[in-house]
């Protein structure tokens, strides 16, 4: 494995793409302080993976983009790529790198916004696969491959445990370390995955366990139910056949009583049609009567009109007279006027004629004149194109000029500035002394300000800990407020939604016929019905609600004739049938006369429980007038004996005894208060809405105490975040001068090593004058040369602006003649619309004064004819009144006879209406039978109609649709009773049937054994599946993570097996090395390598000790810099005698050394040359001596760098005194050639190229 290439663009200095080739053996890179050097370092450190923007001297990782100079824009990205060959297949593989042939080109990308990019063969991969790649071969970010002065300084200077990481690269551990931390990882994942798993295991099986007994309930609840649903619809179907036939009974008896009821009807409607007709005929003579009466004052008020008439007219003939004078001198006015516009009209057309003509002369004109400007701006365009070329050369050759005047000015500027630099040396070293004495007074007042803050981030602590915990309180608090408040919510919602269906029903008038509901919505005079006009206590609804009957959907009224209307409508309409009440006519009604009033415990009067208004109060005495409230059917027995029969009783659970001795009553699917109690709604309405306003109450108590809760709780949270804020900015301020101590421990260390640099600074300064000397004579040459080439341009530019200032006089003539013309020709346009504009409203007022001339003529030609037909209209008035006055006379004779015959009729009616009340009397009795066949019919359906709701909203079964089937239920002495269902044949042969008693029983013991299994999650069977199957997949889980926590177990022992006994060897091999690599290197002493801690090999530190000749064995930090250096060069090269690293980048490390340190490390150096390659950025001569390859690295143009490289063509030479010889000597200025001057030069010569 070895580098091949390196190519950079955008990093750092090296704004340029620019591309460095190495060689085996040694390249050396020098160039000034200053120049990007060590930038190739930093790139191949960058390239290889580094992380750390300070390992890269930035302070982000955006900082190696090149960030622009005075004459460059900054770049929007960096690339590094380097091309390593002779990577094995083992090497590639760990990368995930396919190939063919071995080798690699590695690409790292950063962006300006952050982003970053890996390649590896121009394939987008992951660092891991870049670190993967040369793990274990010595190769790396962190690795001794890459060795700086800083580094090596930090290699002897860092903790023991620092030290580690080399020597874990030379044992070629750090892929296993690596493997281990990635099982580790894995290892701490699966134990929180098994952790987690067996707490869902945990839960699951409370959750099985509950489930289990859920799902078992659920099974007998279903079985249960099936059983229920069946049994219960059978008997269900049983009583609605039951119903069935009863309803068709009694509709045979309404069908009997209805056919007799229409005989009488026949009869009443036709008395009534008789009495109909005796009344039309009254009603006619009546009419007649009005007619006759109305016709004579219809004469007499037509004699009136006429005669105003008569005055009418006569006044509008002296206005016609008048119209008639005012048309004719307006008609003569007009026609002046249309003298006057006509002559007009004719001077505008002869004035627009001659407009339109010159308006056609001055647009040619314009035409001409601006093809003329046009041809000018065309040649004074070319002549333009050519300006700025010649501009733009003399321009460009000025910036030469001037660039080379610069750079010798720069040249002078900086001989002078060496000259003051020397002078300021002396008094920077002694400014350099002060402020390391102002820094240390410095560091000590740190020490004491540290300590008291600390204390005060205690306190600060404390508080931050009781409010967190308050905090914890009101939380806790606050989660019981939210609580109690959806408690009252809940309940608040669900009386809600109750008080809203029964406002409906009570709103819509639901249990109402459809005749009640048609009448109450479709007459304005209706009042309402007699349920919205009455208030009953609860415990007297079922009472009143019996006694009263189909009477709740009692219609009111306050006229008969709006009853009357209302019926009419109805039937009309075929919209049903309904009672009404006319209330006016029941105030009218007499007295009635009711019975002795039974004694007062025997019960309570019905109506005089009825709240109501004094309107509805005679209604309701007559219908519950004789009807007395009692505990119970027996009581209304006893109570009937005792009267004889003189009243009604009803009972408080709505059982009825009429006078008739008849009984009415059975069980209800409800109480008074239920939804389908049409009275009991309004009761319910008013106890929901105060059950609502103590609810609303309690929970506006609750929403106080929660939004108090709250209130503290946003308040200390405030007080906790300010207190948190202020620990927070505590412990920064703490941080803060932490990192402004270490800061100045730096700048200490700092002002030290710059102390150190000023003697290096002076000696090249003489050096950089002759080199600036010799710069200056070329660029002297340049400079004339590049004046007389200016000259040249600039009479050039003269000449041909004098043409363009010739050609721009000729544009600015030809523009001011077009716009001379344009402005006549505007001037013209306007005259042209003007004359137009005038033309048109002329010819519009001569058409406007004809229309009036002719108007006016038509008007005197109408007054004429108005004038006749007046004088006619007169005239035929009079006539007509004289013969009115005749006719009124005959008119008053016809209504003294209809007025007799309208007597005679009168008594006829009053007859035949006798006749009817007692044909009615008849009517009514039937009609009272057939009610009460109604009411029996009504409460039939209403079961089967129950019985059909309650069977659907059950089991969602139709009544119909439902088979009745033969059942017999065996009572066994142990277990369930059996069920069994048998065809009516099986039934007749085996001579049993239903016993519907037992049948009814089994039900009700059903019902009790689904009530007693109480609530039943009816999906538990399924959760309870689902749950078993979620137990048995998760404890597969648990079984797989705990055969993988083994096998990473296994494989960490053995990875710490493997890399201990690989690190000792190592390590060893290194100790014994660097013993005798430091006696050569020192001339003697010695040195030693021991671990921290020899019980813990796998993590122990590394200790070095050194012994220079004459020195006491001590730690490696007590001794000079170039003896750290020296003994850091022993260290580096024992371990390359274990696992030499194929190539090795040296950034100035032998900066340190003096001439006699130098000559050991080449001699050192030379040895691994064989085994590794190596890339040494330098100054020291004799290090650059032994290069194969030079490359400079200048900085042609500010802070740009550019290389310039140099191969070196050597020959084997023999090597005494163990010093290598340089093949080329390094002079200053070595005589070198340019290989675009000279390519055909002999062998000997250096070649020089610069590398773009």
């Not at 004579?296 to 037509?302: G, H, M, N, R």
């Not at 300064?765 to 007389?788: N, P, W």
């Not at 109609?945 to 439902?962: G, T």
């Not at 084997?1212 to 200053?1228: A, F, G, K």
Request: glycine share 6%.
């Amino acid at each position: 494995m070895y580098l091949k290439n390196l190519t950079v663009f955008g990093f750092k200095s090296f704004a340029d793409k620019t591309s460095l080739n190495f060689q085996p053996g040694v390249t050396a890179i020098v160039g000034p302080n200053g120049c990007g050097k060590s930038n190739v370092s930093d790139a191949i450190r960058w390239v290889l993976g580094e992380q750390s923007a300070k390992a890269l001297r930035g302070g982000e990782m955006a900082d190696v983009i090149f960030n622009g100079t005075d004459t460059r824009k900054a770049l929007g990205l960096a690339e590094v790529s380097l091309t390593i060959g002779g990577v094995d297949e083992e090497h590639l593989r760990a990368a995930g790198v396919e190939l063919a042939y071995n080798e690699v080109t590695l690409t790292r990308r950063i962006f300006r916004d952050g982003g970053s990019e890996y390649f590896i063969n121009k394939t987008p991969s992951r660092l891991k696969d870049i670190q993967q790649l040369f793990m274990g071969t010595g190769v790396g970010r962190t690795s001794y491959s890459i060795m700086a002065q800083g580094h090596i300084t930090q290699l002897i200077s860092s903790r023991p445990d620092d030290r580690r990481a080399v020597f874990e690269e030379a044992a070629g551990i750090t892929k296993f370390k690596s493997q281990r931390k990635e099982c580790l990882r894995k290892l701490e994942h699966t134990d929180q995955n098994l952790l987690r798993v067996q707490d869902l295991i945990k839960e699951v099986k409370r959750q099985i366990g509950s489930l289990q007994r859920q799902a078992g309930k659920a099974r007998r609840y279903k079985q249960f139910m099936v059983e229920l649903q069946h049994l219960e619809t059978q008997l269900a179907r049983h009583q609605f056949d039951i119903l069935t036939l009863e309803i068709q009974s009694r509709q045979e008896s309404a069908e009997k009583l209805r056919v007799e009821m229409e005989i009488s009807s026949e009869s009443v409607v036709r008395d009534e049609g008789e009495i109909l007709q005796l009344r039309a005929r009254l009603a006619e003579l009546d009419a007649q009567i009005t007619t006759t009466q109305h016709h004579a004052l219809e004469l007499k008020a037509q004699v009136g009109r006429d005669e105003s008439r008569i005055a009418f007219n006569e006044e509008r003939l002296r206005q016609l007279e008048e119209q008639n004078a005012r048309a004719l001198a307006e008609i003569t006015a007009a026609e002046e006027r249309h003298t006057v516009s006509t002559t007009e009209l004719a001077s505008v057309t002869e004035r627009l004629a001659a407009s339109q003509s010159a308006l056609d002369q001055h647009r040619g004109v314009v035409k001409e004149r601006r093809d003329a400007q046009e041809q000018v701006e065309r040649e004074l365009q070319r002549v333009q194109e050519a300006l700025r070329k010649s501009q733009s050369d003399a321009f460009a050759t000025t910036q030469s000029l001037t660039r080379s005047r610069n750079e010798i000015n720069a040249l002078d500027l900086q001989k002078q500035g060496n000259l003051v630099r020397l002078e300021k040396l002396a008094a920077e070293k002694t400014q350099l002394e002060e402020e390391r004495a102002r820094l240390e007074q410095r560091l000590v007042e740190f020490e004491t300000n540290v300590e008291a803050e600390k204390l005060g981030i205690q306190t600060q602590r404390g508080t931050v800990e009781e409010r967190q915990k308050r905090l914890r309180e009101i939380q806790v608090e606050l989660n019981q407020a939210a609580h109690d408040l959806d408690a009252l919510v809940r309940p608040q919602a669900e009386k809600r939604s109750r008080l809203s269906v029964l406002e409906q029903l009570v709103t819509s008038h639901e249990g109402f016929s459809a005749g009640a509901l048609a009448a109450l919505k479709q007459s304005q005079s209706v009042l309402g019905s007699l349920t919205d006009r009455i208030r009953v206590p609860d415990q007297y609804v079922l009472a009143v609600e019996s006694a009263l009957g189909v009477n709740l959907q009692l219609v009111l009224t306050n006229q008969p004739e709006a009853a009357e209307q209302i019926l009419a409508d109805l039937s009309a309409n075929k919209r049903g049938k309904a009672s009404v009440a006319a209330l006016a006519l029941l105030a009218q009604r007499a007295p009635e006369t009711t019975p002795e009033p039974p004694a007062a415990e025997l019960g309570t009067r019905a109506a005089s429980i009825v709240e109501c208004d004094d309107a509805v109060r005679p209604l309701i005495d007559g219908l519950l007038g004789r009807i007395i409230i009692v505990a119970d059917v027996a009581a209304a027995t006893r109570a009937w004996r005792d009267t004889h029969g003189a009243w009604d009783f009803v009972t408080v659970g709505g059982d009825l005894l009429t006078r008739h001795g008849v009984y009415a009553g059975g069980a209800t699917s409800g109480s008074g208060k239920a939804a389908s109690s049409i009275l009991g709604r309004k009761n319910q309405i008013a106890e929901l809405k105060t059950q609502l306003e103590q609810l609303q109450e309690q929970i506006n108590e609750a929403s106080r105490r929660k939004g108090s809760l709250q209130s503290e709780q946003t308040e200390l949270q405030a007080t906790l975040q300010q207190a948190q804020t202020q620990l927070r900015a505590q412990e920064v301020a703490i941080a803060t001068r932490q990192g402004e101590f270490n800061a100045l421990k730096n700048s200490q260390r700092s002002l030290i090593q710059k102390i150190e640099n000023v003697g290096y600074e002076l000696k090249n300064l003489t050096a950089h004058d002759q080199e600036g000397l010799a710069k200056r004579a070329a660029l002297a040459a340049r400079i004339a040369e590049l004046e007389s080439t200016e000259q040249g341009f600039l009479t050039q530019v003269a000449s041909q602006t004098a043409s363009l200032d010739a050609l721009r006089l000729q544009r600015d003539t030809a523009v001011a003649a077009l716009s001379e013309s344009k402005v006549a020709l505007a001037s013209e346009e306007q005259l042209c619309a003007s004359l137009t504009r005038q033309k048109a409203p002329l010819e519009q007022r001569l058409r406007e004064l004809l229309q009036h001339v002719q108007s006016r003529r038509q008007e005197v030609s109408s007054f004429v004819e108005r004038k006749t037909q007046y004088e006619t209209d007169i005239t035929e008035l009079r006539r007509n009144i004289e013969r009115v006055n005749h006719e009124r006379e005959q008119v008053n004779v016809q209504v003294g006879e209809l007025a007799r015959q309208k007597t005679e009729q009168e008594a006829a009616v009053a007859q035949r209406e006798e006749q009817l009340r007692e044909r009615r009397a008849r009517l009514t009795e039937q009609q009272k039978q057939r009610g009460a066949l109604d009411v029996e019919l009504a409460q039939k359906s209403m079961s089967v109609q129950n019985l059909r709701e309650r069977i659907q909203q059950k089991y969602q079964l139709h009544l119909d649709d439902i088979r009745s089937e033969c059942i017999t239920i065996t009572i066994a002495d142990e277990g369930p009773p059996k069920i069994q269902t048998l065809t009516p044949e099986e039934m007749a042969s085996a001579g049993v049937a239903t016993d519907w008693d037992t049948v009814a029983a089994q039900v009700t013991v059903l019902q009790k054994k689904i009530d007693e299994i109480g609530p039943v999650n009816l999906v538990a069977i399924e959760e309870y599946e689902e749950t078993e199957q979620r137990f048995t997949f998760l404890s597969t889980q648990n079984d797989d993570l705990v055969k993988a926590k083994e096998q990473l177990l296994e494989v960490i022992n053995r990875i710490n097996s493997q890399t201990k006994e690989m690190f000792v060897e190592t390590f060893n091999k290194v100790r014994d090395n660097f013993r005798i690599l430091f006696t050569e290197i020192f001339g003697g002493g010695s040195a030693d390598l021991q671990l921290v801690d020899e019980g813990d090999v796998l993590e122990s530190g590394i200790e070095i000790f050194a012994r220079p000749p004459g020195k006491k064995l001590q730690s490696i930090t007590l001794l000079s810099g170039g003896e750290q250096t020296m003994t850091a060069v022993a260290l580096l090269f024992a371990i390359y005698q274990v696992r030499p690293s194929p190539f090795c980048v040296l950034d100035e490390l032998d900066a340190p050394l003096d001439e006699s340190n130098i000559s050991r490390f080449v001699r050192v150096l030379q040895r691994f040359l064989v085994h590794s390659q190596f890339v040494i950025i330098t100054h020291n001569k004799r290090t650059i001596g032994m290069a194969d390859v030079l490359y400079g690295v200048t900085m042609q143009e500010h802070g740009v760098s550019k290389i310039v490289s140099v191969k070196f063509h050597k020959t084997e030479e023999p090597v005494t005194d163990h010093t290598p010889t340089p093949l080329v000597p390094p002079p200053t200025v070595p005589p070198v050639e340019r290989k675009e001057d000279a390519p055909h030069k002999r062998e000997e010569t250096l070649e020089i190229s610069t590398a773009q």
